[in-house]
């Protein structure tokens, strides 16, 4: 299977720039993924599509404000990108600058914070921060939200609350978990009175997400690591909506890859740990029967993970009625609802 399988024309003006004025204004793309059905609506409607006894999966990372920039020791001027906070102290980062900083020097962060470079890690450089203070208060209060690359403009004031899920909780990620972002206190009201139940998983999602894969053979390509979490109560809240026959939705690309990542052994199992999961054509699922999902990248491995999801020939069906339909693509664009293939 080739990359090159995955590719489609998206026109520029078809990437969202802004989220829409209010959360759920979003339109929503319903697709069949046994039939290849397809069915536009809004996503203001999502709840006519559940019933009392199902379930939402919901990943409550919360992004945390990982571009700095400063100066090396030698003064050239560098980007920070914090990829993962391993303890108060220490950070996996990708580091952009005219030469990369070599083991042992010292960073300047934002005019305050003294960093050094301890060791390289692949395309990742482990950070030392001085001081006392922890790195995520660190972060808070001189970093900068990251916003995707595809996104043009500095992030502004509107961005610091729409580029984050009303759920988030766990600090972590450098990216949004999008599929949530559509979501606000009144529909998780509305869901929670008609007696849909909801749990949560916690997957950082990193930078990684927005690489695009590099090798024609797809299954060449090497997933980043991203951390997870499954907790004992979604795993038995997964086991009771089944039971009683509810149906298992993940909202969102990574609360599916951390339930696919904790049943690699064949049963869902409560746990935390890296994964690299690489879903594509041909994989068989093991926890959910439907996806919401924003619109992917051409190329990428979440157009591939959708298209193992809903069928390779009804995704791309799918992506041309949306191109043809002028729907809104990536992170502050529109919703995809995929009734699982197998």
């Known amino acids: 299977m080739k990359t090159s399988d995955f590719d489609f024309d998206l026109p520029p003006e078809l990437i969202a720039q802004i989220p829409t004025q209010e959360r759920s204004q979003s339109r929503l793309l319903r697709l069949d993924g046994v039939i290849g059905g397809l069915a536009d609506g809004q996503f203001a409607d ?5 019933k009392a006894g199902d379930l939402l999966v919901f990943n409550d990372t919360r992004v945390i404000k990982a571009r700095l920039f400063g100066v090396k020791d030698s003064g050239g001027k560098l980007e ?25 020097s010292g960073l300047l962060l934002a005019g305050e914070i003294a960093a050094t470079v301890e060791e390289r890690q692949g395309e990742l450089y482990r950070l030392r ?9 660190l972060l808070e209060q001189y970093g900068s939200l990251p916003l995707p690359p595809y996104i043009t403009h500095a992030p502004e ?11 988030a909780r766990q600090p972590g990620a450098v990216a949004a978990p999008t599929a949530g972002l559509h979501f606000d206190p009144a529909m998780l009201e509305t869901l929670e009175k008609m007696g849909v139940r909801t749990a949560y998983v916690t997957l950082h999602v990193g930078a990684g997400t927005f690489q695009p894969v590099r090798v024609e053979d797809i299954a060449e390509h090497h ?43 064949g049963e869902l199992e409560a746990g935390s740990g890296e994964t690299n999961i690489f879903i594509f054509p041909g994989y068989r699922f093991k926890v ?18 959708v298209s193992a999801f809903g069928g390779m ?9 949306a191109v043809e339909n002028r729907y809104r693509f990536f992170s502050y664009g529109d919703a995809m609802l995929i009734e699982r293939q197998q």
């Open 129 to 137: 921060f001085a001081g006392e203070t922890p790195l995520l208060d």
């Open 80 to 104: 920070v990108l914090v990829e993962r906070v391993l303890d108060e102290r220490h950070a996996l980062a990708h580091i952009r600058a005219s030469h990369a900083p070599k083991p042992g």
């Open 157 to 167: 004031a509107l961005d610091e609350t729409r580029y984050q899920t009303v759920y």
């Open 313 to 321: 020939e009804n995704i791309r069906n799918a992506y041309r009625h």
């Open 223 to 265: 997933m980043h690591s991203e951390w997870y979490t499954v907790p004992q109560r979604t795993v038995d809240s997964i086991r009771l909506a089944k039971a009683e026959g509810g149906r298992v939705m993940a909202v969102g690309t990574t609360s599916l890859r951390a339930l696919e990542s904790a049943a690699a052994g």
């Open 288 to 305: 959910v029967e439907r996806l919401l999902t924003n619109f992917h990248l051409p190329k990428s491995t979440l157009l591939m993970l």
């Open 46 to 50: 999502f709840s006519q599509f559940l």
